[in-house]
Structure formats: C-alpha cells, structure tokens
C-alpha cells in the first residue's frame, strides 16, 4: 500500500470514529512523518522502526508527545492492518505540569491592550465562559440564549455538550454581534472570509495581546480557560461545579486547580497561630 493511500484510509477511519480535525490532522502528521523517515511501505513498518524514529526525533520532547505519537501509530496500525506494532513500546509517565495561569490584574490587561471590537469580545467571552478555543470557533448563533442569559457548547471535548453563563457585562455587546451576524447571513458567532474563524486566527490575537500587554508568562487561549477556572476557585466556587462548568468528565482533571491557586493557599493558617 502506498503512503498517500494509507493515510486516506487512516484519514477515512478517524471521521468515522467522529475524532477532532485536531485529532485528524496530528495522527496523519505522525504516521507521515514515520513512514518519510523510514522509507518503507506502510505494511512494511516494524517495531523497530517506530524505536528508530523516536530515538532520533523524540528523546528531548515531552512525554505527552511520546504518548500521542505511538497512540497516532497504534491506531493507524490497529485499524488498517489489525496489528499494533507499538505493542512492546513502553509508554513514558506523563508529566504532571502546572498550568500557567493569569492574575486577575493581567487579564484586565489582557483585555484593554485589544484594540478590535470583535477581537476583544472573542478573548473576552474565551475567559468569561472558560471556552476551549475550539468550542469557541464552533458556536453559532443559535447556540446563544439571550432570555436564560447561557449559551450552549455542542459536542465539545469527549462529545459533550454543555452550558455556559453569559456575563451580565457582555450580554449587550453578544446580543448586538449576534444580531449583526445574522443580518450578514452568517451561521457561525465569529465567522472570516471563509465562514468560521480558525483556532490559529484565536491564538495570534492572544498572542499578541499578551505581548503588548507586556505579560511575562507564557500566553494563549487555554491559559484562559486555566485562568477562569482558577478565579472561580478563588471566589470560593464548589470544585464540582468548576467541573461542569468546564466539561470534565473527571473531578480529579478539575482538582489540578487546587494546585494552581494561590490565593486559596494564602488562607490557611499555620498550626502556629492556633497555638495561642
């Protein structure tokens, strides 16, 4: 079988399963990748290979990547010739990282450096309702609910769907977009040239906003969904409707958030000072 078929079928075996386009592309990316190194026909492929490809690219990234590189090849494999030649590959431990997170000063920062009408209402509502950046560019019009004041997430991570609230503070400039999108004959909330807005199109304005606001940390679109979650914990939301609220199927995913505020650590006392 030739490369460009294999990765046809493998393309045609991940929009059935209903995986993301995010999902889509990495796992094409990754077998293309392996396949171009080790110049093989696809059937061909060994275990051996797999070891020589991560031994040459792998060994100084993460252990996330490591883990979706054999899962991409896994499933490639399992699918298209019903053998997993990853099978004697030992999975590494996935990293338990913080995620880095916004103060409340530099999100306010964030915000008033956009200059872009529209721009600033995407990053807004992207904390507002601790939005994936996908979730985001996927909303419709008809997804948002003006009169209960909450908008719909259809089939977001997992295939769930969801609510959001819509803060007080944007139900007039929502209300005034939506209205303006519709007249333009436009399905999606935020919509370009080409219908819905791009995840990269989101992340270059977080960037740069970031930049201009002169924040020292490491920022893009899902440090807003970290950041929101994190002030709710802070303001003394209940962890199980923090989880809810981002769609997490598991509590533990939500409890990360114990770890990241600071504030919440700033509350408890030593022993010491019940000694008196």
């Given at each position: 079988?030739?490369?460009?078929?294999?990765?046809?079928?493998?393309?045609?075996?991940?929009?059935?399963?209903?995986?993301?386009?995010?999902?889509?592309?990495?796992?094409?990316?990754?077998?293309?990748?392996?396949?171009?190194?080790?110049?093989?026909?696809?059937?061909?492929?060994?275990?051996?290979?797999?070891?020589?490809?991560?031994?040459?690219?792998?060994?100084?990234?993460?252990?996330?990547s490591i883990i979706v590189f054999l899962a991409?090849?896994?499933?490639?494999?399992?699918?298209?010739?019903q053998k997993d030649i990853t099978a004697g590959?030992?999975?590494?431990?996935?990293?338990?990282?913080?995620?880095?997170?916004?103060?409340?000063?530099?999100?306010?920062?964030?915000?008033?450096?956009?200059?872009?009408?529209?721009?600033?209402?995407?990053?807004?509502?992207?904390?507002?309702?601790?939005?994936?950046?996908?979730?985001?560019?996927?909303?419709?019009?008809?997804?948002?609910?003006?009169?209960?004041?909450?908008?719909?997430?259809?089939?977001?991570?997992?295939?769930?769907?969801?609510?959001?609230?819509?803060?007080?503070?944007?139900?007039?400039?929502?209300?005034?977009?939506?209205?303006?999108?519709?007249?333009?004959?436009?399905?999606?909330?935020?919509?370009?040239?080409?219908?819905?807005?791009?995840?990269?199109?989101?992340?270059?304005?977080?960037?740069?906003?970031?930049?201009?606001?002169?924040?020292?940390?490491?920022?893009?679109?899902?440090?807003?969904?970290?950041s929101f979650a994190t002030h709710l914990l802070?303001?003394?939301?209940?962890?199980?409707?923090?989880?809810?609220?981002?769609?997490?199927?598991?509590?533990?995913?939500?409890?990360?958030?114990?770890?990241?505020?600071?504030?919440?650590?700033?509350?408890?006392?030593?022993?010491?000072?019940?000694?008196?």
């Amino acid at each position: 079988m030739e490369l460009n078929e294999f990765l046809k079928k493998l393309e045609t075996e991940l929009k059935i399963s209903k995986n993301s386009l995010h999902t889509i592309r990495n796992y094409t990316d990754a077998n293309k990748n392996l396949l171009n190194f080790c110049k093989k026909l696809p059937e061909k492929v060994t275990i051996d290979d797999v070891k020589a490809y991560m031994a040459e690219y792998l060994t100084e990234r993460s252990s996330t990547s490591i883990i979706v590189f054999l899962a991409a090849i896994k499933y490639a494999y399992s699918n298209i010739f019903q053998k997993d030649i990853t099978a004697g590959i030992k999975r590494p431990r996935k990293e338990k990282r913080l995620p880095a997170v916004l103060t409340k000063d530099e999100v306010k920062s964030l915000f008033e450096v956009i200059t872009n009408k529209k721009s600033k209402l995407m990053v807004t509502l992207l904390y507002a309702a601790g939005l994936r950046v996908s979730e985001l560019t996927n909303l419709r019009t008809a997804d948002m609910n003006f009169i209960e004041m909450i908008g719909h997430v259809k089939q977001g991570k997992g295939r769930k769907d969801r609510i959001f609230n819509i803060p007080e503070n944007l139900l007039e400039d929502l209300n005034l977009h939506v209205e303006s999108q519709k007249n333009l004959k436009q399905e999606f909330l935020f919509s370009g040239k080409k219908g819905a807005l791009s995840p990269r199109t989101i992340q270059k304005i977080v960037s740069l906003a970031s930049h201009k606001a002169e924040i020292q940390k490491n920022v893009h679109p899902h440090t807003l969904r970290h950041s929101f979650a994190t002030h709710l914990l802070e303001n003394g939301t209940d962890i199980r409707f923090i989880q809810e609220l981002l769609g997490h199927a598991d509590l533990s995913t939500t409890q990360l958030y114990s770890h990241v505020s600071k504030e919440q650590l700033k509350k408890i006392k030593s022993p010491l000072d019940s000694l008196s």
